[in-house]
Nanobody, 124 residues
Framework: QVQLRESGGGLVQAGGSLRLSCAAS????????VGWFRQAPGKEREFVGG????????RFANSVKGRFTISRDSAKNTVYLQMNSLKSEDTAVYFC?????????????????WGQGTPVTVSP
């Protein structure tokens, strides 16, 4: 079973940047679609961004377009979420998820694997 571990969360001031990492325990990770989701206190989990297994397609929530990017380093079995121009409303626990054969990467119910999450706090 492939395991996922997020890292890179923390406290940052508004306007700052963070890079989250989603590291997998297997090289088969390169064949997975990967999505990033977040959950703020009292709110439902929401899609942030995702990348298809072939890296050809990336999608982002409207709220983060132009500020967040996703990249994959297959040699390190890691997918990154680069977050720039952070806002207080980006404060949440961020989760990465992975799934094989996914065509729809926005919906959380298609993913087989989930990490434990990493908290991001953006101060005003």
């Amino acid at each position: 079973q492939v395991q996922l571990r997020e890292s890179g969360g923390g406290l940052v001031q508004a306007g700052g940047s963070l890079r989250l990492s989603c590291a997998a325990s297997s090289r088969t990770f390169r064949s997975y679609a990967v999505g990033w989701f977040r959950q703020a206190p009292g709110k439902e989990r929401e899609f942030v961004g995702g990348i298809h297994w072939n890296n050809a397609t990336r999608r982002f929530a409207n709220s983060v377009k132009g500020r967040f990017t996703i990249s994959r380093d297959s040699a390190k079995n890691t997918v990154y979420l680069q977050m720039n121009s952070l806002k207080s409303e980006d404060t949440a626990v961020y989760f990465c998820a992975a799934g094989l054969g996914l065509r729809e990467i926005v919906r959380p119910d298609g993913y087989d694997l989930w990490g434990q999450g990493t908290p991001v706090t953006v101060s005003p």
